[in-house]
């Protein structure tokens, strides 16, 4: 649940920014500046505000949602490690043809990578929620 709300973050500031006073929502802006450049150029539009996350930072936060909603595959730490390198690789890829200027920015691309990085990162901290509740001695230990 806790990723899903953290995931869901960066989506719904633009909304409040633009039903409320853009005041209200600046602490949330401000939350996400140290996280993301947010060049506009490769940032979002929602109801015509920018996010205060670029699309490939979006994607990680979205991948955060999907991992909270649907935990499968059901990794093991180490397995979430490996995946978490391949999926590190390909949104290197990514991040290299575009800025080498090999290929135009492509907000869907930037998106998918980091839905994919986002998803597995997320399925390694549930992993690593699930391995450290299922150790005995936290069952076993005394004040």
């Given at each position: 649940?806790?990723?899903?709300?953290v995931g869901v973050a960066p989506f719904l500031a633009p909304l409040a920014?633009?039903?409320?006073?853009p005041e209200a929502?600046?602490?949330?802006?401000?939350?996400?500046?140290?996280?993301?450049?947010t060049k506009p150029e490769r940032t979002l539009a929602l109801a015509g505000v920018l996010m205060p996350?670029?699309?490939?930072?979006?994607?990680i936060f979205a991948g955060f949602v999907t991992a909270g909603i649907f935990p499968r595959p059901r990794f093991g730490?180490?397995?979430?490690?490996?995946y978490g390198f391949v999926a590190s690789v390909i949104m290197l890829v990514d991040v290299v043809t575009q800025d080498l200027g090999l290929r135009p920015l492509f907000h869907p691309a930037r998106l998918l990578t980091g839905v994919l990085w986002g998803h597995v990162f997320g399925l390694g901290i549930?992993?690593?929620?699930?391995?450290?509740?299922?150790?005995?001695?936290?069952l076993t230990s005394s004040a």
């Open positions: 649940m806790l990723l899903c709300l920014r633009r039903a409320t006073s929502t600046e602490l949330l802006y401000l939350l996400f500046k140290p996280v993301c450049h996350l670029c699309s490939r930072c979006a994607g730490v180490r397995a979430c490690l490996g549930l992993a690593l929620a699930r391995e450290h509740l299922a150790r005995p001695e936290r």
